[in-house]
T-cell receptor, first 113, second 113 residues
Framework: SAVISQKPSRDICQRGTSLTIQCQVD?????MFWYRQQPGQSLTLIATANQGSEATYESGFVIDKFPISRPNLTFSTLTVSNMSPEDSSIYLC??????????FGPGTRLTVT | GENVEQHPSTLSVQEGDSAVIKCTYS??????FPWYKQELGKRPQLIIDIRSNVGEKKDQRIAVTLNKTAKHFSLHITETQPEDSAVYFC????????????FGKGTKLSVIP
């Protein structure tokens, strides 16, 4: 399976600021996804990061709040904009391999104060 | 869209006993059903999956069964060990033409030594 890294691993941010999370894969992948996992909760898909086109967002998530870039087949970023304490969560990228398998990055633990 | 229900939310077993976690899904077009194990502070890890063309799959102490007619699938762990303690998530592929996964709410498994 692919080696997936995320930066930063954790951060503490002040409300009103923005944080960009990076996801790097060691091989080219077609599908990349961004998830949010609130404390003690399940995984919620934020968006599918599409290479060369705009991301596809799930209901309840909008581009202005969570802009996503996917400049190539090994890299994507998620920005959490104008943060509030409700954005405190773990953000995970995942990569899709053949036939729907997904593998997750280590996650970014975000705390907003 | 797809909806995945997972039961129980918590499960405690004695070491050496078996554990069973059950999930139901709503979209009859779904054809891929993975299970993830998430240890505290770690990323979700794919431990086993099943596709709709088979009814059962085993990998050492873990097995997954699928009943397409009833739209449910289950994870079976035999001879449980303390290191099996974790949160387990089931998921279902979200239907034709999509690579998305919809996750259940998770089951916290505690194996008591």
């Amino acid at each position: 399976s692919a080696v997936i890294s995320q930066k930063p691993s954790r951060d503490i941010c002040q409300r009103g600021t923005s944080l960009t999370i990076q996801c790097q894969v060691d091989s080219q992948v077609t599908m990349m996804f961004w998830y949010r996992q609130q404390p003690g909760q399940s995984l919620t898909l934020i968006a599918t990061a599409n290479q060369g086109s705009e991301a596809t967002y799930e209901s309840g998530f909008v581009i202005d709040k969570f802009p996503i870039s996917r400049p190539n087949l090994t890299f994507s970023t998620l920005t959490v904009s104008n943060m509030s304490p409700e954005d405190s969560s773990i953000y995970l990228c995942s990569v899709g391999r053949a036939a729907y398998e997904q593998y997750f990055g280590p996650g970014t633990r975000l705390t907003v104060t | 869209g797809e909806n995945v229900e997972q039961h129980p939310s918590t499960l405690s077993v004695q070491e050496g006993d078996s554990a069973v976690i059950k999930c139901t899904y709503s979209d009859s077009a779904s054809n891929y059903f993975p299970w993830y194990k998430q240890e505290l502070g770690k990323r979700p890890q794919l431990i086993i999956d099943i596709r709709s063309n088979v009814g059962e799959k085993k990998d050492q102490r873990i097995a997954v069964t699928l009943n397409k007619t009833a739209k449910h699938f289950s994870l079976h762990i035999t001879e449980t060990q303390p290191e099996d303690s974790a949160v387990y998530f089931c998921a279902a592929h979200s239907g034709a033409g999509s690579y998305q996964l919809t996750f259940g709410k998770g089951t916290k498994l505690s194996v008591i030594p």
